[in-house]
């Protein structure tokens, strides 16, 4: 949670149910969490410098709930666990466990961490390149989440990504899901360009201008927030089985109410 990508991708909505997670250390599993009580628990880990997954407050978990180390020799597996992860097994080595929660039954799986977890049936370990996280790596098609989300990077390969999104799950490529970052500095970039030369022809100075930029912040971060917002609705709009029926009721709106048709 003190890392920058999950960290901050975990407190962006008060109503996310984070049922397990997983870093270089530990397995975090809460099958039933309260959602105020665990908001403000990963909130205040967030905030508290170098911290891990051994700082949240076991009282603070659901029924069945813990916190393990990956280097433990096994975890055991309590019914409630048992349950949302849909497994029959006493117990499983911290491996397993992370390969069966990443293809829990749920209706989220965010990556925001380093490491790419998921290839194709196609591919080898080897081809994917990332040594440390071959005991762990699934295939596309065993993933049973409806919905892939990316805060980091390369957490699936492509053609991982393909096989996941033939069997009916909803993914974007990285760079969509990634794209904020390289938003922003496309802003900053051309408000700097701009600003730098208000600066060379002396309207401006150098304080002025760091100033001006820092008030800028809310504004742009709402541009960015923005952008992002309907560059996904747009794919998502491309996609829908109804687009066929939505581009006919367009050109009839345009040929009735403003006196022409488009081909």
């Not at 790596?137 to 805060?151: S, T, Y």
Request: with cysteine; charged share 25%; hydrophobic share 35%.
């Amino acid at each position: 949670m003190s890392g920058d990508v999950f960290g901050n991708g975990m407190l962006l909505s008060p109503y996310i149910k984070l049922v397990g997670a997983f870093d270089g250390r530990h397995v975090f599993l809460d099958p039933n969490p309260d959602l105020e009580v665990s908001f403000k628990e990963r909130k205040r880990l967030f905030n508290l410098p170098r911290s891990s997954w051994a700082d949240y407050d076991a009282a603070r978990l659901s029924k069945g709930g813990g916190i393990y180390s990956r280097c433990a020799k096994a975890v055991p597996l309590t019914p409630e666990v048992k349950k949302v992860l849909d497994v029959d097994v006493p117990s499983l080595t911290p491996a397993d466990l992370i390969r069966t929660l990443l293809k829990a039954p749920v209706d989220l799986l965010y990556s925001g961490g380093v490491g790419t977890y998921v290839k194709a049936t196609s591919e080898t370990n080897v081809e994917v390149g990332d040594r440390a996280n071959d005991a762990i790596r699934l295939n596309g098609k065993d993933l049973r989440c409806k919905v892939v989300a990316e805060g980091g990077n390369l957490g699936f390969t492509q053609l991982g990504r393909i096989e996941y999104a033939l069997q009916g799950g909803k993914i974007n490529t990285d760079a969509i899901d990634n794209s904020g970052g390289v938003n922003c500095s496309d802003h900053e970039v051309n408000i700097k360009i701009l600003l730098d030369s208000v600066v060379a022809e002396g309207r401006l100075n150098f304080e002025q201008r760091n100033q001006l930029l820092a008030e800028m912040t809310d504004e742009v971060a709402t541009l960015v927030l923005r952008d992002n917002y309907l560059q996904t609705q747009s794919l998502s709009i491309r996609e829908s089985t109804q687009l066929d029926a939505q581009t006919r009721l367009i050109k009839y709106l345009e040929k009735t109410c403003l006196g022409v048709q488009l081909s």
